[in-house]
C-alpha cells in the first residue's frame, strides 16, 4: 500500500492493437504501486473498456494515467471524444452492447469525468 502520491506513469494508445499493451500497462502500474492483484485486474478490465471505447467513437486514440494517492490508486482515461454517458442502468441481457460502462461504474469505487475543450477525462479511482 502507497502512502504518499506519486506522479503519474502514461501509456498512449492509437489502434487495436495497443489494448494488450493498456492493460498489461494498467495492471502492472497498479500493483507495482501497491494494489492486489485481484483489483488491479478490476482496474485493468475498467481501463480495458474505456480505451476501447475511446478506439470506437473518437479519432486520435488516447491516454491513460496511473498513480498513487495514500489511500488509493487513481487512473485517467483521456481522450478528444465527448462524455461517454455514465449513470445509465445495466442494459438487459439479451442487448449486444451498452454494457462497458455500466461494468467500468460497478468494478471501481469511483467513476468521474471531466470534460474540457479538448475532450474528456475518466477518471477512475480504487481503494487499498
Do not use: K
Not at 18 to 34: C, H, K, M, N, P
Not at 43 to 64: D, F, I, P, R, W
Amino acid at each position: 500500500m502507497s502512502t504518499r502520491a506519486t506522479r503519474p506513469a502514461e501509456a498512449a494508445y492509437a489502434e487495436p492493437g495497443d489494448l494488450a499493451y493498456v492493460r498489461e500497462f494498467a495492471r502492472d502500474e497498479a500493483i507495482a504501486l501497491g494494489l492486489s492483484r485481484l483489483r488491479a485486474d478490476l482496474l485493468a478490465v475498467a481501463v480495458s473498456e474505456l480505451a476501447t471505447n475511446t478506439l470506437q467513437h473518437t479519432v486520435g486514440g488516447g491516454l491513460v494515467r496511473i498513480w498513487a494517492e495514500p489511500d488509493r490508486i487513481r487512473c485517467d482515461v483521456v481522450d478528444g471524444g465527448i462524455s461517454p454517458g455514465f449513470g445509465r442502468a445495466m442494459p438487459a441481457a439479451d442487448q449486444p452492447r451498452g454494457r462497458g460502462l455500466a461494468i467500468v461504474e460497478r468494478i471501481c469505487d469511483e467513476v468521474g469525468i471531466h470534460l474540457d475543450g479538448s475532450g474528456t477525462t475518466v477518471s477512475l479511482a480504487m481503494l487499498f
